[in-house]
Every structure is written in C-alpha cells, then in structure tokens.
C-alpha cells in the first residue's frame, strides 16, 4: 500500500533511475492507475501502444496493461526482455475466446477470413487473418471484398458496431467486455436527461443500445481525441473510468462524468487493468519479471495477422 506522497515520489524516483539503467521503456494504457499513467513514457489505447512496442531501441519493455498486450510487444519484440507489474492481469474479453473453441468454430465456416480483435491470445491471433484493434476495425474490414465472408472476434458488440457501420454481415463470436458490456441506455439517459448540452461519448465494446444514442464512438484514443477537440464543456463517458485522468489532464476547464452503470452488472471498472501498481512495477523492474516468455512457432504466426493489421491501419 502507498502510504504518502513522499513515498510515491521515492517510488518514482527508484522506477526513473531503473528505466536508464536498464534502458527501458515505460507502456501504460489509459485504463492504468494515474500514478501509472504518470511514470509511463508512452500512454494510449492498444494500437498506439502495439505501435510504441514495435518501434521502440529500448531493450527492455515495461508493459503496464493486460496480458494480451505485453504479450503483442513480446511478438513483436523476440529479442527483448518484456515484464509486466503483475502478469495476473489478464483480459476476461480475451479469456471468453478458448482456442480449441475458436479453431471449430472456425471449422464450421470454410473459407471465411478471420479478424480478429487485438483482445485475444497468441494462440487466437496464430489462427487469424489479420489482427485489428477498435481504432482500427472498421478501416480493416472495409478493405475486405464485399463477397468474402468474415469471422470476427472475439467482441460481438464491436463486430455488430463495425456490421451495422459498413451494412455488411460476419460471423460474430459472442464474447464481449464485462465493463463496457454492462453499461444500459435507460439508466445513462436519466444522467444525460440532467445535463443537457453535455455530450454522450462511447466506446464501441458498449451494446448496440448505447452506441446507436452516442454522439461520438471511439477507441480510447480517439475519445480523449474527441474531447480535446469538441466545443462541449460537459462530456458523459461510457467506458472505463481511468481515461478520465488523462481526459482532465488535456482539457481542465471541462467537466467529464462518468457514465453510471447497471447496478446489476458487476463492474464498470477495468479491476485487471487496476492490478498495475506503483510498487509492482518498481519490483518488476528491479527483479526483472515476471517476464513474458511465447512460444517461437506461435509467435511466428500470430506476428504475420500483427503486422497485416499494421499495414492496413
Ligand atoms: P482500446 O483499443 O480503446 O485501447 O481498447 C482496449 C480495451 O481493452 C478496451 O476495453
Ligand atoms: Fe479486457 Fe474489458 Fe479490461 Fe479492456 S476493459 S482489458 S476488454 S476486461
């Protein structure tokens, strides 16, 4: 537990001197803790961070995320040294995806390409066509012929978001995000009822019921984009909370709040993403894992779907 401000900037302190000796860099998503957000030399959404990882002369990376992303740079990356704060921290969205599962639910259509989210295992993304990310999805799928038939997964709401933005069908695999799966239009419209002029923004792992009343849909990236940008004063946000540090931290003069959930659903905080602490990652740094180590025949295929989806993006 951090116990004061003296000891948080002593944690600071001991992660700067690390990452020069060790000549490391620091990769946070926006759903991080604030004092992880702080100590990260690169802050973004999947794939500005899967961008971050793959340009980067550091020989260490530091991935302060989920699994599924420190194991994208450990793709991307085979010669350097990856660590994660705590490697417990996994993607239930990705766990939803077995990949006995996927490979007969691949089976069971022949000759349909397969795109699937970035929120998946090596071992999914080993069995795909091309990796695409929510900043990226919809531009992927528009390259595809209109006559191939798609898979995509392992996200239903963004694939049916995606399907009803381009008026094209795919085969969707049902998984979906307990955090953004359990935001409802009736219990968000009474807090847009009270604020009226405010804007209601979303991130498309939200349901068809939430995203077809949002004034603005986007990855977490182009959110904070969007709310740097628009004239709005007053933003409603749908997805997790800790994009609302960085929200206030570009735009202060603006009131950000953020979209109340289903009381029945379990969460609306990213709990996986939170696992990421201060004192983990100077320990992880220190100890040097826990490392995250793929099989190299994996990797070698999972890495072909990577690099299509950044060609494509
Ligand atoms: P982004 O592509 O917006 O970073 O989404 C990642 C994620 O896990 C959202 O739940
Ligand atoms: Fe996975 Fe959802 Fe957490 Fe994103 S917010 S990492 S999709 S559980």
Redesign the pocket.
Known sequence: MISSDASVEALHERVRQLKKEMNAIILA?Y?TLPEIQQAADVVGDSLALARAAEGTGADVIVFA??Y??AETAAILNPGKLVLMPDNRA?????DSCPPETFRAFKAEHPGALVITYI?SSVEIKAESDIVCTSSNAEKIVSQIPEDREIIFGP?RNLGSYVMKKLGREMILWQGC????DAYRWEIIRETIEKHPGAKFIAHP?CREEVLCRSDFVGSTGALLDYSEKTDAQVMIVA??PGILYEMERRSPEKTFLPAPKDPFSPSSV????KQNTLEKLCECMERREPRIFVDEALRENALKPIRRMLEMS
């Open positions: 998503h759903y995320g989920v599924f992303m996994g993607c239930p969205l990705a929120n996200d995000c307990y955090v953004h792992e997805t997790e990213c709990t996986q993403m």
